[in-house]
């Protein structure tokens, strides 16, 4: 076995993928809801830009302090998509931490929008906003599922499964 300081973790292609894709679209969910307006089923509804519309959205489907929670969201999505995508190129011990740090607040916001939109979306139930349906949109509840699953995984293996001697070849 080569000596400890030889050895480094690398991620795999397929899952530094999924920590690339997952925290792109974080990041620019997020700050589609800091910068502008989220996009919305319909032209009848407009919101303000910004969390302040954002948190009209959030009344609308029940979460409670709208404001506060539109700002947290914001900020969660854009940090923690940074910090999840910069995580594998951390060394291992920091690499765990901040992966599991990034990706359960994450998958919380995920299984928040899946249960309150994305689901009740696809069961024929959309967001009303002055009781009109905003949420008419088929692509919410598959990128839901999946960015749910993906931070799923990267929180229950923060680490990637093989590792490479400082020479390049496999370690034992």
């Avoid at 969390?51 to 929670?69: C, K, Q, S, T, W």
């Avoid at 919410?140 to 749910?148: Q, S």
Wanted: hydrophobic share 55%; aromatic share 12%.
């Amino acid at each position: 076995m080569p000596p400890r300081d030889s050895v480094r973790f690398v991620e795999s292609p397929h899952r530094f993928a999924l920590r690339v894709i997952a925290g792109v679209v974080f990041v620019f969910l997020g700050e589609v809801k800091f910068f502008a307006s989220i996009h919305l089923g319909t032209d009848a509804v407009v919101l303000p830009r910004g969390p302040e519309g954002f948190a009209i959205y959030l009344g609308a489907i029940g979460v409670p302090f709208p404001l506060f929670n539109a700002y947290l969201v914001c900020w969660v999505e854009m940090v923690c998509g940074i910090f999840l995508m910069l995580a594998a190129f951390l060394p291992r011990s920091t690499s765990v931490h901040i992966t599991r740090l990034t990706a359960l607040p994450l998958m919380v916001d995920m299984l928040v929008a899946f249960f309150t939109v994305g689901l009740p979306n696809a069961l024929g139930h959309p967001v009303r906003v002055n009781h009109i349906a905003v949420t008419t949109q088929v692509w919410r509840l598959p990128l839901e599922l999946a960015l749910l699953l993906i931070t799923f995984y990267l929180m229950l293996n923060p680490i990637p499964r093989f590792q490479v001697a400082a020479s390049g070849e496999p370690a034992t």
